[in-house]
């Protein structure tokens, strides 16, 4: 098992059926542009975006003002017809991630890349799920919180995406500007100690991973 989103509940699952408020998608969205923002923007985290019932509004207004960003989308499928495809590759979608849990065909497509059980690697989630790998903690580096920012739709920014239990909650973006939260004090002591491999001492999260997918900068998809 790699999927946590049967063990959340509450304020935890993304299953819910919340969507991130327009004001605080536009406010991020402001505050990424006057950062000159040009990596990479996803629209996913323990959810399925092809819910959103306006979610290329979303893609649109993150397009035309964010130019110089990688627009990506995964989904598992189910919802991915043709006519939702073009709308999507119209809106400002760069590239679809198809990633499913069987081995059903899956039409083919431009920008759009199918991912079987196969090709991922799993990990536990930080500890939320069991996996077979090797005694924790690891002494190996991870530049996920270095390099990717994630926001969950009520603007908590967390530690990272194997956070599936919102342990470490590091600010709120509706209180808080982007770049205090990510600059904090806070934040950058857990990434010196992760960049030297310390998940150890890095938090009680890190100690539990075993995902070894950040080994150096930019290995981020």
């Not at 189910?78 to 073009?86: A, F, G, M, N, V």
């Not at 950058?188 to 997918?213: E, F, N, P, S, W």
Request: aromatic content about 8%.
């Amino acid at each position: 098992m790699y999927c946590p989103n049967s063990l959340l509940t509450g304020n935890r699952s993304e299953k819910s059926k919340h969507i991130m408020k327009p004001e605080l998608f536009r406010s991020i969205i402001s505050q990424l542009a006057s950062l000159d923002f040009s990596g990479r923007l996803s629209f996913h985290l323990y959810n399925e975006p092809l819910l959103c019932p306006n979610i290329e509004e979303y893609v649109h207004h993150a397009h035309k003002e964010l130019r110089k960003s990688f627009i990506v989308l995964y989904t598992n499928g189910d919802l991915l017809d043709d006519e939702k495809y073009c709308s999507l590759m119209k809106s400002g979608v760069d590239q679809i991630f198809v990633t499913q849990h069987d081995y059903d065909a899956v039409k083919k497509r431009p920008n759009q890349i199918v991912q079987s059980p196969n090709d991922f690697e799993v990990s536990s989630r930080g500890g939320a799920c069991k996996t077979n790998h090797t005694k924790l903690p690891l002494s190996y580096p991870c530049y996920a919180p270095t390099n990717m920012m994630i926001i969950t739709v009520t603007g908590d920014l967390l530690l990272c995406h194997e956070d599936a239990f919102r342990d470490y909650v590091i600010g709120n973006l509706q209180q808080s500007p982007i770049d205090e939260v990510w600059n904090s004090k806070k934040i950058k002591a857990i990434r010196a100690a992760l960049v030297q491999g310390r998940r150890d001492v890095a938090t009680t999260l890190c100690r539990r991973c075993d995902c070894r997918l950040y080994f150096r900068p930019g290995v981020a998809i």
